[in-house]
């Protein structure tokens, strides 16, 4: 069964730097595409970055140059590092497996001073 699950969230000030870990079960990391998403209560889910399986990366434009998204397929696991966070990162931020569109249950990041 294809599952994925998210962890690293937590509170942060503005201008500091968080990664976020997605461990997946059921498939390999390094064989199918890979997003992360984040949602703020009551507004859609916006799309973040995409990881694919031969490693090209593709970027929000809200977050390019300051995250960074990467996988370790030895521990099977995808990785949002964020730096220079900003207020209007805050959200709850999701892993997807694209390929079976499977959605984990998110990690809460929250950035304030």
Wanted: glycine share 12%.
């Amino acid at each position: 069964q294809v599952q994925v699950a998210e962890s690293g969230g937590a509170s942060v000030q503005p201008g500091g730097s968080l990664t976020l870990t997605c461990a997946g079960t059921g498939f390999s990391v390094g064989d199918v595409t890979m997003t992360w998403h984040r949602q703020v209560a009551g507004m859609a889910r916006e799309w973040v970055p995409t990881l694919a399986p031969g490693g090209a990366t593709f970027y929000a434009d809200s977050v390019k140059g300051r995250f960074t998204v990467s996988r370790d397929e030895g521990k099977n696991t995808l990785y949002l590092q964020m730096d220079s966070l900003k207020v209007e990162d805050t959200a709850r931020y999701y892993c997807q497996q694209f390929d079976s569109q499977t959605w984990g249950q998110g990690t809460q990041v929250t950035v304030s001073s």
